[in-house]
């Protein structure tokens, strides 16, 4: 051990307080630093004495690592057979790599270390809390990695695919891919002038500390309400993940940006297609109450037929990741990062589902739908409540359905 003085004589010094620090291993510098009386030479020789106790008791207290520290072997997609990975997963081997790919320059570590995790690794480790909804200490075991390692790679997945949902999840808005997007509803639903069908899902999250009673929806659980909207081919072309479970759908439509698309840019003869959750808008289609006429009949029907593409959208996301569903437990997380996986897992689907990368949707449903739950289920022989309309909406309706379920 050096140490260095600051001595004007040999028996006494004219500086009292020490002042010590480390400028590389093994080597300590004690600075005098204020001027005082002349003191004896052993004093200054105690206090530097309890200086370093002090230093030394602080290294004690750092985190020690062996010298051949053994890290556990880690696992990723790329050591699994094409079975394993749509098994775990339900994706493909070639889309994971394709993935990887694509977000490497979000995800690779810019550090010189050589235990930094590889891309694949991060990318596994955040797919299989996608897939299985299993609390971060579970998926970090199936990956080799520590608990810590999964919620850092978690976040850089989650946020990498965020930053690309505007890349991935688009609405139609040129002549051209509305009238693609009409065409296709036409095909499968025989309703025109369809953009999208629009509705809701709630996603469960831990009770809440603060603001408690916002996130309990009408069913009892704690969630985010997610609106979606998405097109004849179940890719999701608009999505809003900002709202707690007590919000209703139609208010959470009235502050969505498609609010504003509907009634200032697009004017032509082109709607949405809702439940009787929301209200009758010009551009918002929403069931008859209590139709009277064959046409009527024939208008409830296609729009029954159209709005299950929806329902049938939400399934395949729920299945293909589950931690969106509660069958393993509600999310952890703030409402904020629930919102950011929901936003990761919609840009997912999205590039699988235009892969052509299929689910069944009746694999491992371990829960019932809990969007179904939240409103209720009416005969054929109870009556839709009133709905509230403007007449010009009425109006739009009427002419809908004379000039094409007449």
Partial sequence: ??????????????????????????????????????????????????????????????????????????????????????????????????LCEELK??????????YALPVPVKMT????????GSFQNAASGSTGISQASMCKSLSEVTEALVRRVKKYICFPMSPGQMQKTKEEFYKVTQFPNVLGVIDCTHVGIRARTENEPAFRNSKGFHSVNVQVVCDAKNIITNVLANHPGCADDAYILSKSRLTEIFETEITSNCWLVGDSDYDLKPWLMTPIPNPESPAEHRYNEAHQLTHAVIDKTKSILKTRFRCLDRSKGVLQY????????????????N????????????EGMETPNEDEDLSPVLDEEEELPEENASSEAASIRMELVREHFS
């Fill in 125 to 132: 480790s955040a797919l299989t809390f996608y897939a299985t």
């Fill in 1 to 98: 051990m050096l140490f260095c003085f600051s001595l004007p004589r040999p028996c006494t010094v004219q500086h009292t307080h020490i002042r010590c620090g480390c400028f590389r291993p093994g080597v300590v510098c004690a600075v005098f630093t204020k001027e005082a009386e002349p003191v004896d030479f052993c004093k200054i020789m105690s206090d530097l004495m309890v200086v370093l106790a002090a230093l030394n008791s602080r290294k004690k207290q750092r985190r020690f690592y062996p010298r051949n520290r053994v890290y556990r072997p880690r696992i990723s997609f790329l050591s699994l057979t094409e079975e394993q990975v749509f098994d775990r997963f339900r994706l493909n081997k070639q889309f994971i790599y394709d």
């Fill in 351 to 362: 590039i699988a589902t235009q892969h052509n990368i299929l689910v069944d949707v009746d």
């Fill in 105 to 114: 320059g979000d995800l690779e570590c810019h550090r010189n270390s050589n």
């Fill in 334 to 349: 703030s409402p904020k990062k629930v919102c950011q996986i929901f936003l990761a897992c919609c840009v997912l689907h």
